[in-house]
């Protein structure tokens, strides 16, 4: 293991497993926004808002940036 990784994995490790509500929450509020809509436009729409307002984390060391959430050890709550 290299040295980069082993930092890596060290950084990752040393975080709480947590569960981001992000995506949910812009989720919800573009659902609010789009009422009375046709289901199908409603799921692109909150597709649409959820890339335009998602938080973006871009770690030092990483090589291949992103993940699902800002935080290290999170899962995501999505409907």
Same mark, same amino acid.
């Given at each position: $293991?290299?040295?980069?990784?082993? %930092?890596?994995?060290?950084?990752?490790?040393?975080?709480? %497993? !947590? @569960?981001?509500?992000? %995506? +949910? =929450?812009?989720?919800?509020?573009?659902? %609010?926004?789009? !009422?009375?809509?046709? /289901?199908? =436009? *409603?799921? +692109?729409? +909150?597709? +649409?808002? @959820?890339? !335009?307002? /998602?938080?973006?984390? @871009?770690?030092?060391? !990483?090589?291949?940036?992103?993940? *699902?959430? /800002?935080?290290?050890?999170?899962?995501? $709550?999505?409907?």
């Amino acid at each position: $293991m290299t040295n980069r990784i082993s %930092r890596l994995k060290t950084a990752l490790f040393a975080n709480t %497993r !947590e @569960i981001s509500l992000e %995506r +949910a =929450l812009l989720y919800t509020a573009s659902h %609010r926004q789009t !009422e009375g809509e046709p /289901v199908i =436009l *409603r799921r +692109a729409k +909150a597709t +649409a808002y @959820i890339l !335009e307002h /998602v938080e973006i984390s @871009i770690r030092d060391e !990483e090589l291949i940036a992103g993940n *699902r959430t /800002v935080k290290p050890r999170a899962g995501i $709550m999505s409907p």
